[in-house]
């Protein structure tokens, strides 16, 4: 709608603790820059956010909504047993429910976790190298990425255990013939994780269209030395809130 409120949903803010509130804004500002990127697959994958306090309480996206039309308010807030905690003409998808449930419950530092479907995540996670080190944004990643194999569309929770024991305390994953996934403390985190984990991905389908035998590896003392350089993270908060004001710029709306 011209006015960024999605149809059914009404306005939570002054309605939920301030807590509660900015997490929805930082997530819708997160399904909106995936969606500015190009980086969305129609209504499926799924980001999250756990909203601050003693209870497991989580937001996902409404199940039908395109990413640029999510907002704050229509975020969907659930527990970790998937079961909805609001009043709101939507409901979610189970199989994001599924991965995502796993990490919230598993790792306390996984307040924000995202998933995407993009061509080049999913093409290098086809491959049997996986994440090759030819590139700067490659080298950042690779220190950070675990793998998990494929086993279906994520409706088996008995899946769960399997993936967090795969992420470890990784805060990048690279699920098998299926997709990228990023972890993150805040969403400028989760959010920087992914944008390096899918250039890097693009930068080695780029490469690879000239040949295996034709890609130059980066030696390994440079490999050591950009794990040593970013040791102490990739600086997201300081991109944010430039994301943000491109997010107000040219898809408004998501702080509705």
């Not at 944004?137 to 769960?160: C, F």
């Not at 399997?162 to 098998?176: F, H, N």
């Not at 403390?185 to 389908?205: K, N, P, S, V």
């Not at 997201?236 to 702080?255: F, H, I, M, S, V």
Request: charged residues 20%.
């Amino acid at each position: 709608m011209a006015d960024g409120s999605v149809a059914g949903v009404t306005s939570l803010k002054g309605k939920v603790s301030a807590e509660e509130w900015q997490a929805r804004v930082d997530l819708a500002a997160l399904y909106r820059l995936v969606a500015l990127h190009g980086w969305d697959d129609l209504i499926y994958t799924h980001i999250s956010a756990r909203i601050p306090g003693p209870d497991h309480h989580f937001l996902i996206n409404p199940y039908g909504l395109l990413f640029e039309e999510i907002t704050a308010s229509s975020l969907v807030k659930i527990d970790l047993d998937g079961a909805i905690l609001q009043d709101t003409p939507y409901f979610i998808n189970p199989a994001g429910f599924t991965i995502h449930s796993a990490v919230h419950a598993a790792r306390e530092d996984a307040k924000y976790v995202m998933h995407l479907h993009t061509d080049q995540g999913v093409a290098v996670a086809a491959q049997k190298e996986g994440l090759l080190p030819i590139s700067q944004h490659a080298l950042i990643v690779i220190p950070r990425l675990a793998y998990h194999d494929y086993e279906g569309i994520a409706l088996n929770h008995d899946e769960r255990e399997r993936l967090v024991a795969d992420i470890g305390d990784k805060p990048l994953m690279l699920l098998r013939n299926h997709g990228t996934l990023s972890t993150g403390e805040t969403a400028a985190d989760c959010w920087l994780g992914m944008f390096y984990l899918e250039r890097a991905c693009t930068m080695q389908i780029q490469a690879l269209s000239g040949g295996r035998e034709q890609i130059l590896l980066a030696p390994e003392a440079s490999q050591n030395e950009v794990k040593a350089q970013t040791g102490r993270g990739l600086g997201g908060g300081l991109a944010w809130p430039a994301c943000l004001r491109k997010l107000d710029r040219e898809l408004p709306g998501y702080d509705a």
